[in-house]
């Protein structure tokens, strides 16, 4: 399958700020990939750009093989998005709201009643269809704005800070749609949030951003060997006595131990070598009650990348 | 160019527009005034005041027809001064007035559609949508145009009525509207509804709130003035040829600064304002 976006040195500036700085990278069909960073990033420039709403200044970008500059029309034919806020009329109801986004991504008139009773049916909002979207909750907006994104049945979904100034219950709400959209439907997913946990959770791989640059770029695994080449692992026994540690040194790849009571910690090269690292505890009769490698979060990344300000 | 879109643009406003009672609040109350509080006055005052008074005051309006060019006087020929006034002041004088009602219906629902949806944060949504810039354009164009000519054009309706039923027994029948008025209805109002939101849209795209571009767009206002001004010195009097230049150089006009704004308007600049 062909990649849906290619973006090359993109560069966008406002006056003297560099909004996007240099952004180069590619996102694949079913892919839900993160665009991470504080505000001020460029995360919705990036998307504005992609979308053909704002010209570059500089580089080039293509989605669906279409440049946004000259086919923007097209490529929003193909792209829904999800806005920072939501964006609704909300002199309007949400049946009106629905309806008029359906008509504009060129859903024939026949067919447009129906798909907004799916859409509405599909985020639970049809108890309230009727109704204007001023009488809604932040949650049930986000939804319909999500809905709107959705109804011409985009093969790519730009997210915009999804669960921005939701209630944790309705933001968790928003994530499963998100993930079910993403794990049943196939659908490519660009998620721009500041929302480490979320983009944890959501994203194949992220683009780290700070000022407009990609600072690191790959999925949690391909980012956590970059930054930490060596890996801990964490071995608790049974009892202290238990904890030796003898003619682990001499195995290859083991760095260092340390004993700390029942827990030992084993410094190794790679993720590969803690299965000899248990092989030999297991040939030593060592009672080993749990074995824990130690795993880096999103978070660690980020703000070890964002002091760095390096990939 | 997608019609589909343009139309559900322009219905979109208007359902938008109908829910906002300060934009269209305007749209009930001035009518009422043009086409009913302002005939009665003047159609029903001069048979009820003393006949002294009536001309005591009409000797200043005689000398005020006598300004009007001499195709237009000779409507007053065999008159009596009550009959004189009231044609005078429904026939003539209230007739520019009329022109106030396009320009400002263009001008509220173009400012509250371009800045308007700017100031609620849904513009960005609209942008996102394949709409071209044209389309967008054009639907907005034709939220306002529509309801300012369909207003523009009630009001004269219920004027003609008002008119006609309040001086039926004074006028001896079914006078108005006089052969003036049918330019004025149907060539010079639409282009003055071109002409409004022509320069408001022009105006909103630069503009951050409603207040903003509407208050710059509602100066047209001085237009309206002019020709009142104008009719009332005897400058210019709104006959058939008048009228018809007036409407063409309005068309003219509207239609250039309609075409300036097409070209001129892209999404891009939007987007850096939101």
């Given at each position: ?311 | ?32 005034i043009f086409a009913v509080v302002m005939p009665l006055a003047f159609i029903l005052l001069p048979q009820m005041i003393p006949v002294e008074d009536i001309e005591r005051e009409l000797g200043d309006m005689q000398q005020m027809i006598e300004l009007l060019p001499p195709q237009l006087a000779s409507v007053f020929a065999g008159l009596g001064l009550e009959q004189a006034f009231v044609l005078y002041m429904a026939g003539f004088m209230l007739a520019p007035l009329f022109l106030i ?58 004027y003609i009525?008002v008119v006609n039923a309040a001086g039926f027994n004074l006028m001896g029948g079914i006078w108005f509207p006089l052969p003036t008025w049918?330019?004025l ?39 309206v003035l002019a020709i009142v001004i104008g009719q009332v010195t005897g400058v210019i009097a709104l006959s058939i040829l008048t009228g018809?230049?007036i ?28």
């Amino acid at each position: 399958m062909t990649t849906i976006i290619e973006v090359t040195q993109l560069e966008r500036t406002f006056g003297e700020n560099r909004a996007v700085d240099g952004m180069t990278f590619t996102v694949e069909p079913g892919e839900v990939f993160g665009l991470l960073g504080p505000n001020g990033a460029g995360k919705t420039t990036t998307v504005r750009l992609l979308n053909g709403i704002l010209p570059p200044s500089g580089g080039s970008a293509r989605v669906f093989g279409l440049d946004p500059v000259t086919e923007g029309d097209q490529v929003r034919q193909r792209t829904g998005v999800l806005t920072e806020t939501p964006a609704l009329y909300e002199r309007l109801t949400a049946r009106d709201n629905l309806a008029f986004f359906g008509t504009l991504t060129g859903i024939p008139a026949a067919d447009l009643p129906r798909r907004v009773d799916e859409m509405l049916e599909f985020f639970e909002l049809s108890a309230r269809a009727d109704d204007k979207v001023e009488t809604f909750s932040k949650g049930m907006k986000q939804r319909l704005a999500l809905a709107r994104a959705l109804i011409h049945k985009p093969p790519l979904l730009f997210l915009d800070e999804p669960t921005s100034g939701l209630d944790p219950e309705a933001a968790q709400h928003v994530n499963g749609l998100i993930a079910d959209l993403s794990h049943q439907n196939g659908q490519t997913i660009v998620l721009a949030t500041h929302n480490l946990l979320e983009a944890q959770r959501l994203c194949d791989r992220v683009a780290i951003m700070n000022r407009g640059r990609i600072l690191a770029l790959g999925s949690l695994d391909e980012l956590s060997r970059k930054l930490w080449p060596v890996t801990w692992v964490d071995v608790d026994f049974y009892s202290p006595g238990n904890a030796a540690s003898g003619g682990l040194e001499s195995l290859r790849g083991v760095i260092q131990v340390e004993h700390n009571g029942s827990r030992l910690s084993v410094q190794v090269e790679s993720r590969e070598i803690i299965p000899q690292v248990i092989r030999r505890l297991v040939e030593m009769d060592a009672s080993v009650l749990r074995v824990n490698p130690r795993d880096y979060t999103l978070e660690d990344i980020y703000f070890t990348l964002q002091k760095a300000g390096v990939s | 160019m997608n019609w589909r879109s343009i139309w559900a643009i322009a219905r979109k406003d208007l359902k938008e527009v109908r829910q906002n009672k300060a934009a269209w609040m305007p749209a009930v109350i001035v009518p009422v005034i043009f086409a009913v509080v302002m005939p009665l006055a003047f159609i029903l005052l001069p048979q009820m005041i003393p006949v002294e008074d009536i001309e005591r005051e009409l000797g200043d309006m005689q000398q005020m027809i006598e300004l009007l060019p001499p195709q237009l006087a000779s409507v007053f020929a065999g008159l009596g001064l009550e009959q004189a006034f009231v044609l005078y002041m429904a026939g003539f004088m209230l007739a520019p007035l009329f022109l106030i009602m396009p320009l400002m219906f263009a001008s509220i629902v173009g400012a509250e559609s371009f800045v308007g949806e700017r100031e609620r944060k849904t513009m960005e949504a609209l942008l996102y949508t394949p709409a071209s810039d044209t389309e967008l354009f054009l639907g907005k164009v034709l939220a306002a145009v529509v309801p300012a000519i369909g207003i523009s054009w009630l009001t004269y309706v219920v004027y003609i009525v008002v008119v006609n039923a309040a001086g039926f027994n004074l006028m001896g029948g079914i006078w108005f509207p006089l052969p003036t008025w049918w330019p004025l209805m149907f060539w010079v109002t639409p282009a003055f509804a071109l002409l409004g939101i022509s320069a408001t849209v022009l105006v909103s795209s630069r503009t951050r709130t409603f207040m903003e571009a509407y208050q710059l767009s509602g100066s047209l206002v001085v237009l309206v003035l002019a020709i009142v001004i104008g009719q009332v010195t005897g400058v210019i009097a709104l006959s058939i040829l008048t009228g018809m230049l007036i409407g063409a150089v309005l068309w003219v006009v509207g239609g250039v600064l309609l075409y300036f704004s097409i070209r001129m308007f892209k999404r891009s600049q939007l987007v850096a304002k939101l």
